[in-house]
């Protein structure tokens, strides 16, 4: 108890190796967190606005959004800090508010997108009974599951790690207070801990993956069926921009948690951890929601409303 209380503090020390790159970084991740802000917001607001978007796939897409914002906002502003700070260093409580946000927030946008794959299923293969199966109230408890299934594995893991003997060793060779690289500093055994990070990357990561796999089995047998050529190329296009937020956010999750770990972090691994949490919130509003038709009439619808307001 007495190692584990003398650490009060930690270092962040990911590319730290790369000074040149710091002003770069703190330029660049600040773009982009201005960027998450306004396009996930605008999301959130017009498919509040228009009743048009008062359907489960926006009402899952204002999740991911608010989702996205939330999880940038608990990493890019101390990201930013770090990149600038001379010591580097943030608090034992910081870093446990930023580990439980973090991983919350992740966990719970693994189950969201496997949650959203299910709705695209339901809406493709069996168009006629959508308005019955997704109903008001199934969708808004498919959401709260997912929020409450990410924070409970959240809680647990970083409970077990925070308790943990870290016998002063405060030096996180990583730019965020991230779980697998707070557990190197950690001298007492982790066997518990690999064992339920195990059990969660598996239920939490391979699981939503597979069930996302095999609902775009069906969605595209469904989708060749289809006599009209519009109707395959509009239910594609829906597709084809959740899986490119599937690709970008499994890719870069598996990467980091399931590939066998070394000793040291490797820069590989800090720059796949920077994609993890800006690039693929950046691009989520991008390509699964801006380029959507009935997203872009109805950004013209708002605009052209507040414009007239401001005229008069």
Not at 127 to 147: D, E, F, G, Q, T
Request: glycine letters at 4%.
């Amino acid at each position: 108890m007495g190692n584990y209380s003398a650490v009060t503090e930690f270092f962040l020390v990911g590319l730290s190796k790369y000074p040149e790159l710091q002003l770069f970084l703190f330029v660049l991740c600040l773009i982009m967190y201005v960027i998450i802000l306004l396009g996930n917001s605008l999301l959130i607001i017009i498919s509040i606005l228009d009743s048009r978007l008062h359907t489960p796939m926006y009402f899952f897409l204002g999740n991911l959004s608010f989702l996205d914002i939330c999880y940038t906002s608990s990493s890019i502003p101390p990201m930013l800090i770090i990149f600038r700070s001379e010591t580097k260093s943030i608090s034992f409580i910081g870093c446990a508010l930023q580990m439980v946000a973090s991983l919350g927030l992740g966990s719970t946008e693994c189950v969201l997108l496997a949650v959203m794959a299910y709705d695209r299923y339901v809406a493709i293969c069996n168009p006629l009974r959508y308005p019955i199966i997704m109903n008001r109230v199934l969708y808004v408890h498919m959401a709260a599951w997912s929020w409450i299934i990410g924070c409970m594995n959240s809680l647990v893991q970083t409970a077990l790690t925070m308790v943990l003997p870290f016998c002063g060793n405060n030096v996180i060779d990583h730019l965020t207070c991230e779980i697998l690289a707070l557990l190197k500093l950690v001298c007492s055994d982790i066997s518990m801990n690999v064992l339920i990070m195990t059990v969660a990357s598996i239920v939490l990561l391979v699981i939503p993956l597979l069930l996302i796999f095999i609902s775009y089995v069906f969605i595209l047998s469904s989708i060749l069926r289809i006599n009209s050529a519009e109707g395959r190329k509009k239910a594609f296009s829906t597709c084809s921009a959740h899986l490119t937020v599937v690709i970008l956010f499994y890719g870069s999750a598996l990467f980091m948690y399931m590939k066998p770990k070394s000793k040291d972090t490797k820069a590989s691994d800090e720059i796949i951890g920077l994609s993890y949490g800006v690039v693929t919130p950046m691009l989520n509003p991008i390509i699964y929601s801006l380029r959507n038709k009935e997203v872009k009439e109805a950004v013209k619808k708002v605009l052209s409303r507040y414009l007239h307001l401001w005229k008069i």
